[in-house]
C-alpha cells in the first residue's frame, strides 16, 4: 500500500444516517488518505469492498498495524457528532441538493435524504414512506416533497422552524431508523399514514414490532383475524415495499399509447379521491394501491387511476373519453363517500338511510345479541354485494331479504360507509378540541363540555351522532350475549369516527386510547341511557281498589281452558314443549292440597311459579290479594310478572287446552271419530314429510361421502402437480451441463413434464368446479332438512295430544288406534302407553338455544375443568382464546373432554370441509340430531346436553 494511504479494519456495522455516509460491516476493509486529522472523528475513504466513497465514523474502525487482539464490548460506541453543515439557501450546486434550475425553489433549502417512516409530501397530501423512497426535504422549515411532487415550490412559503437542537437531531434519527428496529407505537403511525389504521388495534393487541412485521404472512394474519383476502394482500403488499421497496407490480396496457402530460401537472384530469373494494394497482407505476380506502385517486374522465404522488409524474394527458370499462360499483349517484348534507336532512330523518336501514336490521329480532356483532368480518364478496346495492338504490333494499340476513355484514357495511364520509362525523376541525377537553378538564363537567362541543357540528353530523351513539349503547346493553361492551365498541369505532385531518393522521396513535375513552364516555352516559332504566313496578293492589277486570271474577274455575285439574308435571312439559313464550296452564299442586302451580314458558324453558292459598285469598307472594285464582290469572293477562320478579317481565298470553277445540272453538269430547280422524291425517303427513326428509338425507350421505372423494382426489393431484414441478426444477439444472447431443432430448423430456402438469392442472380445476357445485347442492338440500324438520316435529306433537286425549279420556287402546290409522309397523312410529318413543324427528328434551351453550373466550384447560363433571354428551361452544374469531366445540365423551375445532368456509361454519351452515346455531341444532362418526370414528355421539342445560326429565 502506498504511503499516502492507511488502512483501517471495521469492527462494528454502521448503517447509513445521513446521504453523505456510505453503508460498512464487519470486517470491510476501509482506505483512507494521510494524514488523518481526527481519528475518533468522522473519516473519508474508500470501500474496498463496494467501492463505495463516503464518510464513516471512526469510532466503528480500527487501524490495521501492531493491535493483535481487538477490543471487546458489549454494543456498539455511540458515534460522535456531526459536523454542522453549511446553510443552503437554494437547491443547486451539488450532489446533497436538488439540480433542476427550471423548478421555482420558493427560497426552500432542499436536501436530498430517503424516508423508512412516514413524511408528510405538501403537494400531493399523502405520506412519503417504504425503503428506497427518496424526498427533498427543507432543512429550514422542514417541510417534505416526493421527488416528482417538487415541482411550484413557491406556493409553500419558507418559514424557519425552531426547534431544540438535541430534540431536532433525535428526531432525525428515528426518521431514518431500521424498520427492524421499530417499536409497536411505529408500526401504528406507519398503519396509519398507509391507510390501514382500522386494524391499529389489531397490532396493538398482538404486540406487532417491527422485527415481527417483517415477518408476518398470509396465515399469521389468519390468527390475528384478519381474514378478509383484499385486507391481508395490501397488508403484505406494502409491508413488502417498506422492506424492500420492490413490492409487485402490475403495468397497465390501458393507457399505453397515449400523449405524456407536462411534469408536475395533472394532464388536465379530473382526478376524486375514490375508495376500492378490491386490490388495484396504479396506471403509472405499476405498484398496489396501498390502504383500505382513498388509496388512491380515479380521473371520472377516462378512469385513469393512480397514486397521489404519481398524478404530477408525467402521467398521460387525458383523452376526455372513458378508457377503462366502468366497473360495477361505480354507481352515477354513489352514496357511500358522498357529503352527508346531500343525503339527509335532520328534519326528515335522524340519519341517512343508509345508517338506518343498517342500524334497524341489526336491532331486529335477536341479531343485536349476535356475538361478536361488529368485530366479526364477513367474506369480501358478501359484504361488497351488500354495499353495491346501497350504493345504487338504498331506498329498495330490503335487509330482510336472505341475500342480507347476516348480522356481520351488515354491521360491517355500516362501519364501511361511516369510514368513506368525505368528513368524520365528529369532524376533523373538531378532534383536537375533543381530546383537549378530556384531557384537561374535570371529568365531572366533561358532559357538559362535550354536548356543548357537539351542538356546535353541522346538523346533520349532529344528527347522525346521535343517532349512532344510542344504537351502540344498546348494542352494549346486549355485552352478555354478544361480548361487544362500551369500551370494546369504541375501540372499534374511534378511528371512523373521530380522526384528524389526514396531514396528523398519524397523532392517532398517540391520542387513540384518549379517543376511545372519549366515546365511550359519549356511549354510556347520553340522555338515550335514562331511556332504558326499567321504570319500578306498581305493586298489586288490594281487592277493594281492583280495577274491573276484563273477565268476569265469577268465571268458575273449572270452566277455564287453562285449568288442567289434577295432571302430572311431566305430562305439562311435554305439551309446552315449542309452545310460545306466554303460554301458560294451571294445574292443582300435588305438595300442598287447596294450592295450584302456574307453569309459564319464558325463554324457551318451563317456569313453575307457586300459587299460594292463605285465608280465602291467593297470589304469588305475600300480603295476598286476589279472591280467586281466576281473578289473578286474569289481572297478569293485562300486566307484566315482573312486579312478582324482575326475572320475569312477561304476560300470560296464551293459555294452553287440555283439549282441542273444533272449528267453532267449543271443546269437543262427545265423538271420538274427530280425534281419530285427525290423528290418521296427521300420521299420514306425518309419514309423506319423514320419507321426503329421509330421502333428502340420504342424498346428503351421499353427497358428503362424494365431498370426501374429491378432497382426496384433489390432495392426491396436488402432491402429483407438486411432483411434476420438483422434477421440472431438477430438469432444469442440468440443461447446461448436459453433453450438446443429449440436450435435444432433455428438452422433449422437459416438454413432456410441462405437459403433464398442465394435464394434472386441467383436473384439478375441474376437480374444484366439481366440488363446488356439490358443496352448494349439499348446502341447499340441509337448507331443505332444516325447513321440513319443523314441520315433522309439529306433526310427531300433534300425534302425541290425539294419543293423550284418546288414551287418557276415551281409555281406548294404543294398538288398536295403531292399527286404526295404518300405524302399525311403522318404523318411523312408536307409541307406549300414549308416550312417544324418542327417534330423529322428536323434539330434543333440553333447550338447545344460544345462550346454552355458547360462551365467551375460553381456553382449552377452563372447557376441560367446566365439562369434565358432567354426564357424556354435555357440550359448549368457546372462542378460541389464541385465535380471535374462531370457534371449537368442547364435548364430554368417553370420560375425556374432547376438542373440536369449527371451520368457517364460503358456506357458513362446519367441521372438517363440511361448512354448510350458516350460523353456529344450525350447526349445533344439526348435530344434537345427527351423529358425529362422520367426521371422526371415535366420536358416535351427538351433542346432546348444552352446559348450562339438563334434559327436562331430570330436572
Not at 199 to 215: D, P, Q
Not at 451 to 478: A, F, Q, T
Amino acid at each position: 500500500m502506498d504511503s499516502g494511504w492507511a488502512q483501517f479494519r471495521v469492527i462494528y456495522s454502521y448503517q447509513p444516517r445521513d446521504e453523505r455516509d456510505i453503508a460498512i460491516r464487519e470486517g470491510d476493509i476501509m482506505v483512507v488518505a494521510k494524514p488523518v486529522s481526527d481519528p475518533t472523528g468522522w473519516l473519508t475513504g474508500e470501500n474496498t469492498r463496494t467501492k463505495e466513497v463516503g464518510e464513516f465514523p471512526a469510532t466503528y474502525v480500527e487501524y490495521i498495524g501492531d493491535v493483535e487482539e481487538l477490543p471487546q464490548e458489549e454494543k456498539p460506541p455511540t458515534p460522535p457528532p456531526r459536523p454542522p453543515r453549511p446553510a443552503r439557501r437554494n437547491a443547486g450546486g451539488n450532489n446533497s441538493t436538488r439540480s433542476d434550475s427550471n423548478d421555482q425553489t420558493g427560497d426552500h433549502s432542499l436536501t436530498e435524504t430517503s424516508a423508512l417512516k412516514p413524511v408528510w409530501c405538501c403537494q400531493c397530501e399523502d405520506f412519503i414512506w417504504g425503503a428506497g423512497s427518496q424526498l427533498y426535504r427543507c432543512a429550514i422549515c422542514d417541510l417534505a416533497w416526493h421527488p416528482q411532487c417538487a415541482v411550484e415550490l413557491s406556493k409553500f412559503p419558507c418559514k424557519i422552524l425552531k426547534k431544540d437542537s438535541e430534540e431536532a437531531e433525535e428526531d432525525y434519527i428515528r426518521f431514518v431508523a431500521n424498520p427492524d428496529e421499530w417499536d409497536v407505537n411505529d408500526v401504528l403511525v406507519w398503519l396509519a399514514a398507509t391507510n390501514h389504521f382500522l386494524y391499529a388495534e389489531v397490532f396493538r393487541e398482538n404486540e406487532i414490532t417491527g422485527t415481527k412485521l417483517r415477518h408476518l404472512t398470509d396465515t399469521s394474519l389468519n390468527q390475528m383475524n384478519i381474514s378478509d383476502n383484499f385486507h391481508k394482500q395490501s397488508i403484505l403488499l406494502a409491508i413488502q415495499e417498506l422492506f424492500t421497496g420492490e413490492s409487485e407490480t402490475k403495468k397497465s396496457e390501458v393507457f399505453s399509447g397515449f400523449q405524456s402530460a407536462q411534469r408536475g401537472t395533472k394532464g388536465n384530469h379530473l382526478p376524486k379521491e375514490q375508495n376500492f373494494t378490491s386490490l388495484h394497482w396504479c396506471d403509472k407505476c405499476g405498484k398496489c394501491l396501498w390502504g383500505l380506502f382513498k388509496q388512491g385517486v380515479l380521473c371520472s374522465e377516462c378512469g385513469f387511476q393512480c397514486h397521489k404522488k404519481c398524478m404530477f409524474d408525467s402521467g398521460v394527458e387525458c383523452p376526455r373519453r372513458r378508457v377503462r370499462i366502468r366497473r360495477e360499483n361505480d354507481a352515477d349517484a354513489p352514496v357511500f363517500g358522498a357529503e352527508l348534507g346531500a343525503q339527509f336532512r335532520p328534519t326528515d330523518r335522524p340519519a341517512p338511510i343508509v345508517v338506518m336501514k343498517c342500524v334497524q336490521a341489526i336491532e331486529r329480532g335477536d341479531r343485536i345479541r349476535k356475538m361478536g356483532i361488529y368485530s366479526i368480518v364477513p367474506s369480501g364478496s358478501e359484504k361488497n354485494a351488500l354495499k353495491t346495492a346501497l350504493n345504487q338504490s338504498a331506498k329498495d333494499v330490503n335487509m330482510d331479504d336472505e341475500e342480507w340476513r347476516n348480522p356481520h355484514c351488515v354491521a360491517t357495511v355500516l362501519k364501511m360507509y361511516l369510514n368513506e364520509l368525505p368528513v368524520c362525523v365528529f369532524t376533523e376541525e373538531k378532534y383536537l378540541s375533543f381530546i383537549k377537553i378530556f384531557r384537561d378538564e374535570n371529568r365531572d363537567a366533561l358532559g357538559k363540555l362535550f354536548m356543548d362541543l357537539i351542538e356546535s357540528l353541522p346538523p346533520e353530523n349532529k344528527s347522525l351522532l346521535m343517532y349512532l351513539l344510542r344504537h351502540l349503547y344498546k348494542v352494549s346493553r346486549s355485552v352478555e350475549w354478544n361480548d361487544m361492551s362500551s369500551r370494546k365498541l369504541s375501540s372499534l369505532f374511534a378511528p371512523i369516527l373521530l380522526r384528524p385531518n389526514p396531514q396528523h393522521i398519524t397523532a392517532m396513535v398517540a391520542n387513540h386510547d384518549t379517543a376511545v375513552s372519549i366515546i365511550d364516555f359519549l356511549i354510556s352516559n347520553g340522555e338515550w341511557t335514562k331511556e332504558n332504566t326499567p321504570p319500578v313496578p306498581p305493586r298489586p293492589p288490594r281487592p277493594s281498589s281492583l280495577t274491573t277486570p276484563t273477565h268476569s271474577s265469577e268465571e268458575k274455575l273449572q270452566d277455564c281452558p287453562w285449568y288442567w285439574g289434577h295432571t302430572d308435571r311431566e305430562t305439562v312439559s311435554e305439551r309446552l314443549k315449542d309452545q310460545e313464550d306466554g303460554t301458560f296452564i294451571v294445574r292443582d299442586s300435588r305438595r300442598a292440597p287447596g294450592e295450584y302451580t302456574l307453569t309459564l314458558r319464558k325463554g324457551g324453558m318451563n317456569k313453575l311459579i307457586r300459587i299460594l292459598f292463605k285465608d280465602g285469598f291467593y297470589g304469588f307472594s305475600e300480603p295476598l290479594t286476589f279472591s280467586s285464582v281466576v281473578e289473578l290469572i286474569n289481572y297478569y293477562k293485562t300486566r307484566s310478572l315482573a312486579s312478582y320478579n324482575p326475572k320475569l317481565d312477561i304476560k300470560l298470553e296464551t293459555p294452553l287446552q287440555k283439549y282441542e277445540q273444533d272449528d267453532d272453538g267449543e271443546v269437543s269430547l262427545k265423538d271420538n271419530n274427530i280425534y281419530i280422524q285427525k290423528l290418521r291425517r296427521a300420521h299420514e303427513e306425518y309419514m309423506e314429510k319423514s320419507d321426503n326428509y329421509e330421502k333428502i338425507h340420504n342424498e346428503c350421505v351421499e353427497l358428503e361421502q362424494k365431498i370426501t372423494d374429491y378432497h382426496e382426489e384433489l390432495d392426491a393431484q396436488r402432491e402429483i402437480m407438486k411432483m411434476i414441478e420438483d422434477q421440472m426444477v431438477l430438469h432444469e439444472s442440468y440443461h447446461k451441463e448436459a453433453p450438446p447431443q443429449n440436450r435435444t432430448i432433455l428438452r422433449q423430456n422437459f416438454d413432456l413434464l410441462k405437459h403433464k402438469k398442465l394435464e394434472a392442472r386441467g383436473i384439478v380445476i375441474t376437480l374444484e368446479k366439481e366440488l363446488t357445485n356439490i358443496t352448494e347442492k349439499t348446502r341447499v338440500l340441509n337448507k331443505r332438512m332444516n325447513s321440513i324438520k319443523p314441520d315433522i316435529i309439529k306433526l310427531q306433537r300433534s300425534k302425541q295430544q290425539y294419543y293423550f286425549v284418546l288414551t287418557t279420556e276415551w281409555k281406548m287402546d294404543v294398538e288398536r288406534l295403531k292399527l286404526a290409522i295404518g300405524e302399525e309397523g311403522s318404523e318411523r312410529s312408536g307409541q307406549v302407553n300414549g308416550n312417544p318413543e324418542e327417534d330423529i324427528y322428536d323434539m330434543p328434551q333440553v333447550d338447545i338455544s344460544e345462550e346454552q351453550w355458547l360462551h365467551g373466550t375460553l381456553t382449552r384447560e377452563e372447557a376441560e375443568s367446566l365439562l369434565i363433571d358432567k354426564e357424556e354428551g354435555t357440550f359448549l361452544v368457546r372462542e378460541s382464546a389464541r385465535r380471535r374469531g374462531e370457534y371449537a366445540v368442547g364435548l364430554k365423551h368417553g370420560g375425556e373432554v374432547k376438542h373440536i375445532a369449527v371451520n368457517r368456509g364460503p358456506g357458513g361454519y362446519g367441521f372438517a370441509n363440511y361448512t354448510n351452515y350458516p350460523t353456529l346455531k344450525d350447526l349445533v341444532e344439526y348435530y344434537h340430531v345427527n351423529t358425529l362418526q362422520i367426521h371422526n370414528p371415535g366420536l358416535d355421539t351427538t351433542l346432546k346436553f348444552p352446559l348450562k342445560s339438563t334434559p327436562l326429565n331430570n330436572s
